[in-house]
Every structure is written in C-alpha cells, then in structure tokens.
C-alpha cells in the first residue's frame, strides 16, 4: 500500500458510533509505511456536492485517470476528512490516483488543513 491508493477500509464515522465499508485515497507519506501499523486515509464519498470546493478533489470515472482509480462511479476525495486506521482494516487495493491527481489532491489538503 502506497500514497495515493485507493482503498476499500471501514470507515470510521465522526460520531464513533459505527463504521462503514467505504472506498478511501491513502494521503500518508510512503516513508512510513515500514515503521507504523496505521496509515492515514482521506474519505471518498459518492455526494458530490462538494466537488467544486478546494479543499476536495472531483474524480470522473469516465477519464482514464479516473479508471485507474477503481472506483465505479464519480467520487469526491475531501481533504476534509481525514482518519487513521491500521492498515489490517485496509480490505483491498481498489486503484490509484495517477501522479497528476495526487498533486491535485496534495493542493487540495494544503487548503483542508490551511498549510502554506
């Protein structure tokens, strides 16, 4: 598992109260991969009322780009919601966000969590 794979994890819900099996685009640095049991993942949602705000990045799954995602429909990643799980509660690899995407999402992030 790597930065910017998409990720099929129950999904803790803000409440606490429960989880859901959701897709998730894991935004933790590579490097930590090694030396942690956890990993953080920002949520991929299907509500796309969002998909215009900076702070979340619009997946089209009819582009090339957003195939290559695995994910079956148009999906907005927040940058918004952003939880750490371990990684035994990663189910599978769905795909991968393409170079061009993770850097659309790491500007997304920059403004989710007001970094220069």
């Known amino acids: 598992m790597k930065r910017g794979d ?5 999904f803790p ?11 998730a685009v894991v935004v933790q640095s590579d490097a930590y991969a090694s030396t942690v049991s956890t990993v953080v993942v920002a949520e991929v949602t299907k509500n796309l009322t969002m998909k215009d705000d900076p702070a979340c990045l619009f997946i089209d799954v009819s582009t090339s780009e957003g195939k290559a995602t695995g994910l079956l ?3 907005v990643v927040s940058g918004l919601v952003l939880v750490t799980v371990y990684t035994d509660t990663v189910a599978q690899v769905l795909g991968s966000l393409s170079a061009a995407l ?7 992030l ?7």
């Open 73 to 75: 429909i148009d999906s």
């Open 13 to 23: 819900h803000p409440s606490g109260q429960r989880a859901k099996k959701r897709p």
């Open 6 to 10: 998409v990720v099929l994890v129950r």
């Open 102 to 108: 993770l850097q659309k999402l790491d500007a997304c």
């Open 110 to 116: 920059k403004v989710g969590l007001g970094l220069p």
